[in-house]
Structures are given as C-alpha cells and as structure tokens.
C-alpha cells in the first residue's frame, strides 16, 4: 500500500503509555462490536428462515405481536442451542457425569485446536508481510505425512508419537516452505503459489486414498488406514471425551510463537521484514531468506494443525481431512490480529462455534455459523463500518490495512 | 531506467530489456518443446505395443498407426523445439508454434491411451464439447477477474461471486422463468461486487483479505439460504429448469465446427461475445484506455481528470456481475437445480487463468480452455483407459499456474497498481 493511506504515529513520549492503553481498549471495543453486529444480522438470518415467523409475517399489519414473538423465540433457541453445544448444556449435565458436564467445553476445546495452531500459522505469515492462504493444503500434507507414519511403520509407544508429529511439522513445513522459496527466489506472489497449491495437495491426497498401502482394506472406501493406538495423541479428560493432547501442542506453539516474535532476533528480523522489506534489506537483513523461514513456521504450524486432526480428533485420513479449517485459520488469525495471545482466544470463540453448530442445527442451517464468522472479520477488517453504525470515534487502528499491496508487491 | 527521460528513450529501454528476457524465456520454450516431443518420441512410443489408435470425429473414425504416429510427432515436436531455441518464433508466430506442439502431442498422447485400455475409440469432438462446457463458467471467472484486475482490484472473490450467481439464478429461474434467472444471477454477482468495491475501494481493506472473506460469506450465505428455503420447497424454489439449447442456423450444420460451437445455450454465446467485448473494449476504446490508466498509474490517471474510484467502482460491478453469470452456467445452465457449494473451486480456478493469461481477455480465455481441457480428459479418459492416474492429471493446471508465476515461461507481471487503494490527497 502506499504510505498515503497509514497515518504515521509520532505520539509525544510521556503520552506513549495512555494511547496504547487506549488503542488496546479501542481494538477490543471494535473486537466487540462486530461480534455483537454479526450476532444481530445472524439473528436476522434466523428470524427469516424460521417458518413460523414468515407464516406470521402474511398477518403482520394485524398482529405484529405474533411475528416478533415467534422471531425472538426462535433466535432466542438457537443461539441457545449454540451455547448449550460449546459451553455447558444443563440437558446433558443432568446425567452428573463427567460427560454431561465438560462435554461442549471438551468439543470447543477439540474443535479449537487445529484453529489455533492454523491461526497461528496465518498470523506469523501476517507478521512478516506475507498471506498464507496455503493452510489447507498444507495441513493436508501435514496430516498425510503424519497419519503416513503413524499406520505404515509400527514403533514402540511414545517414540512413534513423537516420530508421527514430527513427520506432520515436517510435511507442512515443506509445503509453505515451497511458497516461501519459491516467493524468495522468482517472485511468485506466495498468495497465488499457495492456492495452486491447494489444489496440488488435495489432488494427491484424492491420488494417494486410491493408492494400496495407503487406503484402507477393502479399498472400496476413499479412506486411509487407522493410525496405531501407538501413535495417537492421548486424551486429556479421560475415554468419554474427545479433548486430546493436541491442545497442549498448540497452546506450547502460542507460546512459542509469541517468545519468537517478542523476544528473538529471529521474530525481530520477521517483523522488521513485514514492516517494510527495503528498510530491513537497507539494515543487512537478508528479506529472501526471511520469507523462506517464516513460510517453513507457518506451514510447520499448519502442520501442527494437520497432525492434530489426524493423531487425534480422527485417526484415519479421509478426503475431508482438513474440513475447511485452512480457510478458518485465516480468519481465526484477522479476529486475533495476528498476536498469539489473540489467536489463542480466537480459535476458541470459533472453535466453539464449530463445536456449537450440530445441536443449533434443528433450529437453523448450520452455515449460520460460517456466515457470522465472515462477518466478524469483514467488520474487523474495516472497523470504519462499526464506527459509522456506533459512532465511535475514529482511531488510527487497523488491522490488516498495512497488509494491502497488490500482485507485484 | 530515470523518470525524466523522453518519450522515445523510454521506448528503445523497454525494448532492450525485451529482448534480453527474450533470450530466455525462447531457451526455457525451447526446453519445454523439446521435453515434450522427447516424451512423445522415447516413452510414448515404446509404451505403445503396436496396433492403431481411433480417433472418433463425430462418427467417423480415424485410424493412425499408434506406434509410429508417436514417432513422428516426437520428430516434428524436436524440429519445433530446435527452431525455437536455435531462432525463434516472431510475436506473431509464437502462440501458434505454441498452439501446433500441444495439438500434435496430444495426438500421440491419445495414440498411446487409445492402445492402452479395453475401449480404443477416443471421442474426439466429445471431449472437445466437454472441454467448451467446463471452460465456459472458468471464461466468464476469468475474465470478471480480468476486468476488476486492471482497474486495480484485486478480485479473490470470484468464486464467491459465481456461487451467488449460481444460486440467484437457481431462485428466480424457479419463481419466474428459467431465462430471467440469468438476471438473479448478473443482480447477485454484482451484489457481490457492491461488498468487494465498497470494502476495498472505500474501507480500504486488504483485497486478498477481503477476498477470502467474501468467499466464506457468499458459501454461508447461499448456503444457509439453501437449506432455509429451498432444500426443503425445492419444488417451488429449486427447480429453475435449464436454459434451452439454441442452433445457429446454417453454421450449426458444419461438421464437427457446428457441434462444438453452434449447439449451445445463451449462456455460451453470450459468453463468446463478452471474450470478444471485452477484448475489443479494453484495448480499442476510451473506456479502455482509461481502465487500464487506472489499474497501472491511479494517480496520473487521476491528474489528467479520470474519475478512478467512480471508475473502479463500475468495473468491479461489471466484473462480478459476469462472474455472477458464469456461476448461472452451473445450475440453469447445466443440472438445472441449486447445491451447496456447486462452484466447488472454479472460481479459485479462474483466478488462476487470469493469471496464467497475464491479466489479458485473450490470455485469460486461452488458459480458461486449456484448464477445462485438462479437467475434460480427467473425465473422459477414464473410460478408456486406467493407465493415468486422473487426479495427477487434475493437478496440471494448478502446477503449470505456479510455473507461469515463477516466471519459468516468460514474465508475469500484474498491472502497477493491482491490489492497492487510491486515497487522493
């Protein structure tokens, strides 16, 4: 973007401390709205779709009464529905056992995880001035690398977690790594190389489920073989629940990731490459070799993402592996700004939604969902639309906006 | 190359740096031409066992030796790519050089299916008819890409676009009648469009972000729609029926060039006229002149008085609404019914022949065809043969794309000022 369009901040010293703090409290208040503005349009979507209520709308002039009744009861149920299958659902915590109490929370913390680990991997792409929409195929390779490891060899316990993990990094890696060098080295706008390969990825994974050695006995299903017992990752909360270690992995990564880019020269040069490449080429910063290794992190991090699916939420690869989390993470990373804290609690917001969405399903389409996550992050990405319904004052905080270049840049 | 250099130099600069990527570019063809007919001439034909190969025109069966077919092609291919490294094609001659290569390899690649499988007749002009149906809607994508790209938006959202038009046309061609579906299409891609131009021309959003978005936006949207309504009245709301096939007298009746061509419906011809409008629009008229003023140089665009955001504005309305078009080619154009996600990629595939045709109707068009030709032999091969595995053969246009962009076969660039926002000062 040209710097027309980014109002440098020079705040005075002394007043440096109070207007972060008033960013930081403008940039969760935005946060906020929009989550409450897609909410509101949601509930439109409902209102619309909900039968009753059209039917009541036909007598509207006579009694309005009735419409908004039967609209309110059913928003009302389904963001209820919604709450009861992310948070706590008392139907099922009547049953007093372990199940019936943490079951939601067990499934938005399952459904959180690979979000997170891909958020974190859009959002250090993010950091470094770059767009990794590459995160479904890279968790595609990643699972398949992965999940390769985890059925075909056989290793005592433990060790072949280990190896089946690290095998998922691995294949991730060099699945962003590609777009990385391939950016570094000729250019190629890495959003372009990212999609394409997108669609390598999931061409192979279509190729290798028809593959003997690959797909499960009686090769009539595109499904692959079960992962052992050996290599999956344990489950955190006991038989009844699905929660597995993966969260562990993606909460270390966050921590990781926020050491990395706080605290190390490593982040330091990433940033300092995001923010603008010919500043840090001018400060000897090599941006080639920066580009290489943040697209290597980031596809590792999808990697994790992949590994988490495959090791753990369902140990045998299907065409579906990635079940639109590629696209997820990428808005997962625009609600956390690109900040591992953020990401973190982002993954969770729409993990839960993800975990939320079977039980609202008798109320609305489950597509609510998609549609209330696309509208959070469209009215983050142009807080100028919330200001304007809201009429908040106007800050100099966007995110994304020193993102915006075009093909060439 | 410095700014204040006149008119003229500036012409003998370009040139110069032409013709030394010239020089490497014609090495990298030659090198490519020269894989393929070495393919044709070593594996080929020593894969083929004999026995002659069946080409179905129509009806009418050629029959080639399979065997030296193969042979010859790779001798002519290797004469073309001797030319083309140790010459050169002109300007003019390249895209046909180009075009004769992949024509004669394709003929020994079928020579070899042909003997391969239990079922040696290739349908020809089938497989071409298969090539123009799943090329169509790629076209329209592409060139709605074309037209937002070159006025400096970046369109991402094409398969957001598409789908909305895929599912307007499924409605309103059910409540009203097929045909007026086709404007339930134009109206929800451009309502599409109004969300791409107002966040990215006004809002200023990063356009490869909002993208993204739109196209999460547009599948929950008609998604959720679609089960809201139609899946369960799809009597009423989703059974739009589909466009009639139209005969252009005279030139339908042409062998093999009347079928491929002339038995089409609407969607198709209008199809042919927007490659051509468009073409014809962007390089031959003010309009044009002033679209691509704006996508390379906003700001001197703006100095001689084009209005650019009112401009980008009605490019990118224009674009989606085509978009919106070619998602109708999906349901009133093909099944004649709506479902979830019926776009299923083809507008992220349409991005990519906007690309790999360098941002040119023409280009953009050409790739469209190649792609859906690669995705009409994954089809249709498969009855006769199982000797090629169809999803590595599904993977070809995304990996000649990443080889387009990496600038293997020429430089790729996109117009200046693609992508970025126009704030006047």
Not at chain 1, 307 to 318: D, K
Not at chain 2, 82 to 98: C, D, I, K, S
Not at chain 2, 301 to 329: E, W
Request: with cysteine.
């Amino acid at each position: 973007m040209s710097a027309t369009t980014v109002t440098p901040e020079t705040p005075a010293p002394d007043a440096a401390p109070k207007r972060q703090r008033s960013q930081a409290w403008d940039t969760a208040l935005v946060t906020l709205l929009s989550f409450v503005t897609a909410l509101f349009i949601g509930a439109i979507l409902i209102a619309i779709s909900d039968r009753q209520t059209r039917d009541s709308f036909q007598y509207f002039g006579h009694y309005p009464g009735d419409t908004l009744r039967f609209a309110w009861s059913a928003i009302w149920h389904t963001y209820q529905a919604l709450f009861y299958g992310a948070v706590y659902n008392p139907n099922t915590a009547a049953n007093h056992n372990l199940a019936g109490y943490l079951g939601p929370i067990s499934e938005t913390l399952t459904n959180a995880t690979p979000l997170i680990a891909g958020g974190l991997a859009v959002g250090v792409a993010f950091r470094a001035g770059l767009f990794n929409i590459g995160g479904q195929g890279q968790i595609i390779i990643g699972a398949v690398c992965a999940g390769f490891v985890g059925f075909h060899w056989h290793m005592p316990a433990g060790i072949h977690l280990v190896a089946a993990v690290l095998a998922g990094l691995a294949g991730g890696a060099v699945w962003g790594g590609l777009a990385g060098l391939l950016k570094a080295r000729t250019g190629a706008h890495e959003v372009i190389t990212t999609i394409m390969l997108n669609y390598v990825a999931i061409n192979l994974l279509g190729y290798l489920l028809s593959v003997r050695g690959f797909q499960a006995p009686p090769y009539g299903q595109a499904i692959a073989n079960s992962v052992d017992s050996n290599a999956q990752l344990p489950l955190l909360l006991g038989d009844s629940l699905r929660v597995h270690a993966g969260l562990i992995l993606s909460i270390a990564a966050a921590v990781l990731v926020w050491w990395l880019l706080t605290y190390s020269r490593l982040g330091f040069r990433l940033r300092a490459v995001g923010a603008n490449p010919n500043a840090a080429r001018t400060a000897g910063m090599s941006v080639e070799n920066s580009y290489v290794v943040v697209m290597l992190i980031s596809g590792a991090l999808c990697g994790l993402a992949g590994v988490s699916q495959v090791l753990g939420t369902n140990p045998a690869i299907t065409g579906d592996i990635d079940s639109g989390i590629g696209f997820d993470a990428i808005t997962v990373a625009l609600l956390g700004r690109a900040n591992p804290v953020g990401t973190v609690f982002a993954g969770l917001l729409f993990g839960g939604l993800r975990a939320g969405s079977p039980l609202m399903q008798q109320y609305a389409p489950n597509e609510l969902v998609q549609v209330i996550q696309a509208l959070i992050v469209l009215f983050i990405a142009a807080p100028a639309v919330i200001r304007a319904i809201f009429r908040l004052k106007t800050s100099g905080s966007t995110v994304g906006a020193d993102l915006a270049k075009g093909w060439n840049g | 190359m410095s700014t204040t250099a006149p008119a003229e130099d500036l012409v003998v600069d370009l040139e110069v740096v032409d013709t030394t990527l010239g020089a490497r570019t014609r090495l990298l063809r030659a090198v490519a031409y020269g894989v393929l007919g070495l393919i044709s001439l070593v594996w080929l034909s020593t894969a083929i066992h004999g026995g002659t190969a069946h080409l179905v025109f129509d009806g009418h069966t050629v029959s080639l030796p399979a065997r030296a077919t193969a042979i010859v092609v790779g001798l002519v291919i290797l004469a073309i790519a001797a030319w083309q490294g140790v010459r050169g094609f002109g300007r003019r001659a390249t895209p046909w050089a180009a075009g004769v290569t992949f024509v004669l390899f394709m003929v020994a690649f079928f020579s070899w299916v042909s003997t391969q499988g239990h079922h040696p007749d290739i349908e020809v002009v089938g497989l071409l008819q298969n090539t123009i149906a799943l090329a169509v809607p790629l076209i329209l994508g592409a060139l709605a890409g074309v037209l937002c790209e070159r006025s400096g938006v970046i369109n991402v959202a094409i398969e957001g676009q598409m789908l909305a038009g895929a599912w307007a046309a499924a409605l309103v061609g059910s409540v009203a009648v097929t045909w007026v579906g086709l404007f339930g299409a134009l109206a929800a891609g451009a309502f599409m469009g109004v969300l791409l131009a107002l966040f990215s021309i006004k809002y200023l959003v990063n356009q490869v972000v909002l993208g993204v978005v739109l196209n999460v936006l547009a599948a929950g949207l008609t998604g959720f729609l679609f089960d809201a309504f139609m899946a369960n009245d799809s009597e009423k709301f989703n059974q739009p029926g589909t466009l009639g096939e139209i005969d252009i007298p005279l030139l339908h009746s042409i062998p093999i060039i009347g079928p491929l061509f002339f038995e089409a419906n609407i969607v198709v011809y209008l199809t042919y006229l927007l490659i051509f409008g468009v073409d014809v629009a962007l390089f031959r008229t003010r309009w044009g002149l002033r679209t691509r003023a704006i996508g390379e140089h906003p700001k001197a665009a703006d100095t001689v008085g084009i209005r650019v955001l009112a401009l980008r504005y009605r490019n990118v309305l224009i674009g989606s609404a085509i978009a919106g078009l070619g998602g109708a080619y999906f349901t009133i154009g093909s099944v004649g019914g709506f479902a979830k996600n019926i776009t299923s990629g083809n507008g992220f595939i349409a991005l990519a022949a906007v690309i790999f045709g360098r941002w040119s109707p023409r280009g953009a068009t050409a790739a469209a065809l190649l792609f859906g030709f690669a995705i009409a032999l994954q089809n249709n091969l498969s009855i006769n043969t199982d000797a090629i595995p169809s999803y590595l053969l599904a993977m070809l246009p995304y990996v000649a794309t990443i080889v387009a962009v990496a600038g293997l076969v020429g430089k790729v660039r996109a117009p200046a000022a693609d992508g970025e926002p126009y704030v006047k000062q």
